[in-house]
């Protein structure tokens, strides 16, 4: 009985021991795919790599003839995904002109698609799957193309007579996505911002050019008085592309009225015939009753 008991008693230290152990194992590790997890956004006609990360082998470098790679786009337009660039075994198949994966980064764990002059037409989900046999895993990367816009603002410096009327143009072009805010602002000469009159302003509707990219253009009409001479009017215009508001500033320099040329000339000619009228009756005065007689000799 005291044999049975202590046998017992072993199989259950035993059996702790093992459950210890066993609890101590760390389970296999899981092939994994690491993108990024914020959009990536990126300017037309860049070349640009998206970035494809693998975690969970065992092995110092990858065997790259064990390996699969497939990539595949789904943009806002398409129901189904395409492909864009397959590699398996070794072998790199490109189904987007000059796609490409390079074997060195691949052997590292890094299955990134290089993608030259990127287009709009290019931006939407990118999935990354890998096959390292006998493991399998996914992941997906956001890719936005966006272009930066041009803006100009004309004339820089504007000299107008007063209660006379002239245009600012601020002009906005080559921008994408089709989604930019232009405002107009008046800065005195005491530094202090304030808004225009909306009557004053009139902005177009954009305009797609041939590379997908839009133009648009505002325009200020001013009828300033002699008291906004010195006044700054500032076009300020707002993009996805810019990490703050761009500011455009335009110099208003205003005259007093010139006098009306009709004027001047009737006043001009008015002075001549003037002129000649006192300049005739003081020769005629001067030869009726100045002149001296000469003597009779």
């Known amino acids: 009985m005291g044999w049975g008991a202590g046998s017992a008693g072993r199989c259950c230290r035993l059996l702790g021991l093992l459950l210890c152990l066993s609890s101590g194992l760390q389970p296999a590790e899981t092939l994994q795919v690491l993108m990024g997890s914020t959009p990536q956004i990126v300017s037309l006609n860049d070349n640009i790599s998206i970035p494809c990360n693998l975690s969970g082998y065992n092995t110092?470098?990858?065997?790259?003839?064990?390996?699969?790679?497939?990539?595949y786009l789904k943009t806002p337009r398409a129901d189904q995904e395409e492909k864009v660039f397959t590699f398996h075994a070794g072998a790199h198949i490109s189904h987007r002109n000059g796609a490409s994966m390079s074997d060195n980064d691949l052997r590292r764990g890094n299955a990134a698609l290089s993608l030259p002059q990127i287009q709009f037409k290019e931006a939407g989900i990118y999935r990354c799957y890998v096959?390292?046999?006998p493991s399998d895993a996914h992941g997906t990367s956001v890719l936005e193309v966006v272009a930066q816009p041009e803006v100009s603002l004309s004339p820089k410096e504007v000299t107008i007579e007063s209660d006379k009327e002239k245009t600012l143009s601020c002009e906005v072009n080559k921008f994408y996505p089709n989604l930019v805010d232009i405002k107009w602002m008046k800065v005195s000469k005491n530094n202090q911002d304030s808004s225009v009159a909306a009557e004053d302003i009139r902005t177009g509707a954009s305009v797609?050019?041939?590379?997908?990219?839009?133009?648009?253009?505002?325009?200020?009409?001013?009828?300033?008085?002699l008291q906004d001479n010195g006044n700054v009017y500032r076009c300020i215009v707002s993009h996805k592309t810019f990490p703050a508001k761009l500011l455009l500033?335009?110099?208003?320099t205003v005259t007093a009225p010139k006098?009306?040329?009709n004027s001047i000339i009737g006043a001009v000619i008015g002075t001549i015939i003037?002129?000649?009228i006192v300049l005739g009756l003081g020769t005629f005065v001067y030869c009726k009753c100045l002149k001296k007689i000469p003597p009779v000799t």
Request: aromatic residues 4%; negative net charge; glycine residues 4%.
């Open 60 to 71: 110092a470098e990858l065997d790259i003839k064990n390996v699969g790679v497939t990539w």
């Open 131 to 133: 096959i390292v046999a």
């Open 208 to 225: 797609e050019n041939e590379d997908g990219t839009f133009n648009v253009t505002s325009i200020l009409r001013l009828q300033p008085s």
């Open 249 to 252: 500033n335009s110099t208003l």
């Open 259 to 261: 006098a009306d040329l």
């Open 274 to 276: 003037a002129c000649i």
